[in-house]
């Protein structure tokens, strides 16, 4: 008998400290986090900076910044490569003791050694890279990087491309409350936890897998005028269900992606004048713009695995007329309209 407590006792204290929370796949987790609020006692104040590419200039402020940076550089991206020219001024900054930190998806789809260079490389200067959790999430599509006090949320990966053939879009800001939350990611996804503080997730945040379905959803359902849509790969069925729903409605709806299969196939189910396809600039962008006042720009495409499954971090930005005219234009000059 005594044995038999003994054994219960030891049970008990292994599930009391063992959390049943686990962010990949748990519906009931996606569920919680999109019934929470943030708790911040800081008001969001979008007053950062909207970068276009392709734009050569863009790299080169990005070196400088990093050549510029005195404390940290912490980047958790799903693509990095030789060609975007951002190893040497990593390595310059890791020579002036500068604090860098890299998460890596150690498993790109379709070319699953992509990372690895890159890896090789920082690891012999002394600088730690932690490849994503792939235990966790199908993949970490996150792409962000806090240079200093400054943070970046991009639709696109440190390649050539993104800056010479890619349609995206980085936005760079310092306000407090997005750092804070963007530095708590980073720590848990580099040191492969979950994070579990869903209900302090900010309100202004898109993260995948907790609150995206429920902000990208809550998003586009508000649509009172006009709806675009300016993403590369839209295939998620409640989504389009939703954006169908708007098109009944009598609302403007204006869809632009990239020309690709599963766009074929998902096009073929709405009036052609709604979606267009494009082929140069290649749209990698991920944004959705409603009534023009509200535009969400993040890692996110517009597909159940990226908003279930994946790690993914994007913001949604208020009032700002200058973005929205800004990814307007663009969005006229590829093409869309």
């Known amino acids: 008998m005594i044995q038999r407590f003994s054994f219960l006792i ?8 063992t959390s049943p929370y686990h962010e990949h796949f748990f519906r009931e987790n996606i569920e919680l986090a999109s019934s929470k609020t943030a708790v911040s006692g800081e008001v969001f104040v979008s007053d950062g900076r909207l970068e276009s590419l392709p734009n050569i200039h863009t790299q ?26 951002l190893t040497d001024p990593i390595l310059r900054a890791k020579k002036r003791w ?13 070319t699953p050694r992509i990372n690895m260079p890159i890896a090789k ?16 999430y199908s993949f970490t599509h996150a792409k962000f990087w806090i240079i200093d006090d400054t943070y970046s949320i991009s639709t696109g990966n440190w ?3 993104f800056y010479t053939k890619n349609r995206e879009y980085i936005y760079s800001a310092t306000d407090m409350v997005t750092l804070h ?47 675009t849509i300016y993403v590369q790969t839209l295939d998620d069925d409640h989504i389009l269900a939703l954006i169908t729903g708007i098109i009944a409605s009598g609302k403007k709806v204006e ?10 196939v998902r096009q073929l189910e709405f009036p052609s004048w709604h979606w267009k396809m ?21 890692s996110h495409n517009l597909t159940t695995n990226a908003i279930e499954n994946n790690r993914e971090i994007g913001i949604l930005l208020d009032h700002r007329d200058d973005i929205v005219g800004q990814i307007q234009s663009d969005f006229i000059r590829d093409g869309c309209r």
């Open 159 to 161: 390649t050539a491309s």
């Open 278 to 298: 494009i082929r140069k600039p290649y749209l990698h962008a991920k944004v959705i713009i409603v009534d023009r006042t509200r535009v969400f720009i993040g």
């Open 60 to 85: 080169r402020d990005l070196i400088s910044r990093i050549d510029g940076a005195t404390h940290r550089v912490w980047i958790e991206i799903y693509t990095w490569t030789d060609a975007a020219k």
């Open 10 to 17: 030891i049970i008990s204290l292994i599930s009391g400290c």
């Open 121 to 136: 490389k920082l690891k012999e200067a002394g600088i730690p890279v932690i490849y994503a959790d792939n235990h966790r």
């Open 98 to 110: 500068v604090d860098i930190r890299v998460v890596l998806e150690g498993n790109v789809f379709g």
């Open 255 to 264: 869809i632009c992606t990239a020309d690709n299969e599963s766009n074929h």
């Open 181 to 227: 939350f963007l530095e708590d990611i980073f720590t848990a996804d580099s040191t492969h936890m979950g994070y579990k503080d869903i209900s302090q997730i900010p309100s202004h945040i898109v993260m995948s897998p907790l609150n995206a379905r429920s902000q990208i959803e809550t998003l586009i359902s508000s649509t009172q005028k006009d709806l």
